[in-house]
């Protein structure tokens, strides 16, 4: 019998995975097509927000799959860690377009 839940949370980081190698394969396209650097590619804000949503399936996917306890908490913490930047840039500029 096929383990669905298993199947779903590994399909999960693969897909993960798959995106940020995209991604990668992407920006350095992108970085050729326009003759400018890779890292100026990669620091564009929707580079960054792929790169943050694959980090965090990344992170949900192993700690779903976990079986330690204090394993599942890791890897919540670092997916916490990575969608909680982003969150808080999103949080204050809306409250600086609200005040202007």
Not at 29 to 53: H, I, K, N, P, Y
Not at 79 to 96: D, K, N, T, Y
């Amino acid at each position: 019998m096929i383990d669905v839940q298993g199947l779903f949370f590994n399909s999960l980081w693969i897909a993960a995975l798959a995106t940020l190698l995209a991604l990668l394969s992407w920006n350095s396209w992108q970085a050729q097509r326009e003759g400018v650097r890779f890292r100026d590619v990669w620091a564009r804000r929707v580079s960054q927000r792929w790169l943050t949503l694959s980090l965090v399936l990344f992170c949900t996917g192993l700690a779903a799959l976990s079986e330690r306890w204090w394993e599942r908490l890791l890897w919540a913490l670092l997916a916490l860690l990575e969608f909680l930047p982003p969150f808080v840039g999103w949080l204050s500029s809306r409250r600086s377009s609200k005040t202007t």
